[in-house]
Every structure is written in C-alpha cells, then in structure tokens.
C-alpha cells in the first residue's frame, strides 16, 4: 500500500503518516518524489485499516498495489530507475552499455586481452565468471578467487567495470568488494538466501531469469533484494528453455517492454546464452536494443573455438567490433547512445570499491 501526499503536504504530515504506520504494526518507507511524497508500507497483508490513514491531514490518496512485488512495480515507484555500477556507466537511462567478455575467466592473459579487445571496440563493461554454474560437475568450474584478482587486474588495465557471478554467500561477499556488480545466474535466480545476501551488500545487481521463471518470479525475486534495501538491480533476459531444440533457449524479447511497463527496474538482455549459436547473437542483440533494452551482455572471446566454456556462443573479436557499431546505429535510430567505457585507471588501487546509487531517469523509454 501507498501513501500519497498532496503536494505542499509538510514535513510534519509525513511523520505522523509514518508514526500511524508504525503503530500499526508496519514498517513506513517515505519516497519523496519530484512532485509529492509518497509512503509505501512494507509488510501490509491486506488487513491494515487504510481508513485511518486517509483522514490524516497532507493525505491524498491511497493506493493499493495490486501486485504480488511490491517495491520493484510502477505503482510503487514511476520513475525508472537508474542503476551505477561505476562512475560513467549506468543502466535504465537514455544511455545503453555494452557488457562483453568471455564465459570464464581462464587465465591472466585471456582475460586481460578480451578486456583489451572489449575496450576497443567501444563495449563498456567486462564480464566473465571466476565461480561458474555448470550443469555439470565434471565441467570446468571457473578459477575461483584467483579469477577475481584476475578481473581486477583487467579492470586496472582498461579500466572497465566488472560484472561477475556469485553462486553462495561467500561468494557474494568477494564479488562485492572486489568486482562492481554481482550477478545472479540464472540457475539461482531462486536462491533466496543468496538473494537476501546481495540485498543486504547494497552492491548493484544482474539478475537473471530462470530457465522456467515466469516475469513475475523473476520480479519477485528482485523484490527479495529490494526488501532487503537495496534498489540497486538490473534485471536481464537470458531466454527461457523451450520445446524446440533449434537454439539453447528462446530468448523472450517480449519480457523487455512487460517489465518496463509492471517495474521501474532497468532491464538487459543476454543473446548469447538466449541463443546459444554465435551466428544468432547479432541479430539478437540488435533486436533487444530496438525493444527497448537497457543494455546487452555478450559473451566474446578472443579464441572461441579455445574456450573453456561456452565457446560455440562466443563471438570473434571482428564480430564484437562489428556488432558494436551496429548497436551504436540501433541506438541512435531510437534516441539513444551506447555508453562510452570509463577512462583507464591504471596507476590507480585495483581493489577500490565504486559508489552506487540511483536517481531518476530524463528521457521516457516506455
Ligand atoms: C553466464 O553468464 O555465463 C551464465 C552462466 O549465464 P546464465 O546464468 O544466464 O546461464
Ligand atoms: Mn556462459
């Protein structure tokens, strides 16, 4: 439930809103808003007496959200959400970044030249998973920590943030002080201990869809996080697994303009775990740009027919390059621009942990 508040409503009105809230047993979060505050009540079951609330002075309107996410819809929040991962590169403004890099990391030199090539060809963010989920265990399952010291160092040389998974709590913890944002995988989208984990690090998050999630299990498991304080989440498209075997997964680009429309959370794609074939990751990219995606995340590598994982799916470094001229053209035809990466920090402490935040977006996307 909302609380709105009429437009010079004062300071005072709002505390005894929350107060009323407190005393009724509910937890009072006040937002205040370009045009007026609003109160949304945390824990409300539908047995709260909105009457006594709407006969308080400065109260407006009351709104009862419908859905079953609360703190991720439109209803509780109309403007996007913007969502940094570092200084110059955030999601769900007029701006698109390019994440790309590899499946895993490998080994230093792998790493740090696919962050070469990424930064290059004008992509924004570097990806690539130190703890990797494979179905199964006999698979290579990623270099751990050493992984991580890895990124860090490719960071340092390129200055590109850094975006890899965590798959447990301790995990989560070491992605957060040394990565930029920490990514939920599709196969723990449901994990809700790790998802009340990455809520309470505060640290941005990409989280994926399940294979078999529906938009609303996965904007509920983004409630998770946000319930636990942090709003700082991109949410992304990877596909869903389907009954036709002619790709990896169908990648859902329907679920772009739905959760722009159910949430104010950004929202990405994956083309290449949504397709699973090298040859489907261009046009799959550029389409999700056209629907309206917040950004991309590709899986690029600089000898993909080497990789240790995901290799079919990875792109030549000359189909990276290509692709993101062609997204650049995709963006600018809908009023849009790919992000710029960051400068270069070399020189600078590779460990340093970047300030997150959100604001409101400029431009509408929806
Ligand atoms: C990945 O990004 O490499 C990955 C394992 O993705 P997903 O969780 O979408 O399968
Ligand atoms: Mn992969």
Known sequence: MLVVMEHGASAADVDRVCAVVKELGYEARPMPGAQRTAVGIVGNDGRIDASRLAALPGVVQIIHVTQPYKQVSREWRAEDTIVTIAPGVSFGGNEVPIIAGPCSVESEEQ????????????????????FKPRSSPYAFQGLGKRGLELLALARRETGLPIV????????????????????????????????????????????????AATISDLLLSAEYILSEGNPN?????????SFDPAARNLLDLTAIPIVHRLSHLPIIADPSHGTGLRDKVTPMARAALAAGADGVIIEMHPNPDRALSDGAQSLYPDQFRALVEELRAV???????????????EGKEPDRILSSGTAHRVVGKH
């Open 111 to 130: 790493i740090v030249e696919s962050a070469r090539i990424v930064k290059e060809a004008g992509g924004t963010a570097l990806r690539g998973g130190a």
């Open 164 to 211: 890899t998974e965590a798959m447990d709590d301790e995990g989560a913890h070491l992605v957060a002080e040394m990565g930029d944002c920490i990514q939920i995988g599709a196969r723990n989208m449901q994990n809700y201990s790790l998802l009340k984990t990455v809520g309470r690090l505060g640290k941005p998050v990409l989280l994926k869809r399940g294979m």
């Open 233 to 241: 989440i991109i949410l992304c498209e990877r596909g869903v697994r």
């Open 331 to 345: 963006a600018v035809a809908i009023g849009r621009r790919v992000t710029a990466a960051p400068a270069s920090e």
